[in-house]
């Protein structure tokens, strides 16, 4: 992670250290948390990128607000405790559900990377968004960009595929725009503020 102009931190995703999980079904890259001193137990937010390789619960998180972006893989349902399909995932479409949910993923077509937003219920708020195209988008108490495919022009800086820039208490809109000809452009605006929305 590096430090830009208006204190933007840029950060590789690529370049991040992974983390695999207990249950040896995955693992997990964290891209950032609030504060960033606290621990797996105490965060009152946290952005990471999960790759899926098999079947697998996910991890109960307590008063917690969670977010999943598949971001590759042919797809993704999600399993309730009886094994009933409560949601099917597809690539580029946020879904939220609550952190004590007990959910399983079972991958339809092989392995799976998804994006993760959490956030503490009662304390933070996620607006997690998809864009395809430019825009002037919304600022938070914390704010990302995470180009997912082609080059992203954002404000003055330029972001590559698994680029992303983050701003704390940026109080302006930030003007996005794609820059790869011909490609079909994603970007994942997570916009974080304090609960209730200001």
Do not use: Y
């Amino acid at each position: 992670m590096t430090a830009g102009p208006a204190g933007v931190q840029r950060i590789d995703v690529n370049a991040l250290p992974t983390q695999r999980w207990k249950n040896g079904a995955g693992t997990t890259r964290e891209v950032a948390r609030g504060p960033a001193d606290a621990s797996f137990d105490d965060f009152e937010w946290r952005i990471s990128l999960a790759e899926i390789e098999r079947d697998a619960p996910f991890s109960a998180f307590p008063g917690i607000e969670r977010c999943i972006v598949l971001l590759q893989g042919t797809g993704m349902e999600l399993l309730g405790e009886t094994g009933n399909a409560v949601q099917v995932l597809n690539r580029m479409v946020p879904w939220t559900f609550d952190g004590e949910r007990a959910l399983s993923a079972h991958l339809t077509g092989g392995a799976c990377s998804d994006f993760n937003v959490m956030t503490r219920r009662g304390r933070w708020r996620a607006d997690v968004r998809v864009l395809h195209g430019a825009a002037a988008v919304a600022s938070g108490h914390v704010t990302l960009l995470l180009a997912v495919e082609g080059a992203w022009q954002v404000g003055q800086e330029r972001i590559e595929p698994m680029q992303a820039l983050l701003w704390h208490g940026l109080e302006e809109p930030i003007t996005v725009g794609p820059r790869t000809p011909g490609a079909a452009p994603k970007l994942i605006h997570v916009r974080l503020c304090h609960d209730p929305f200001r």
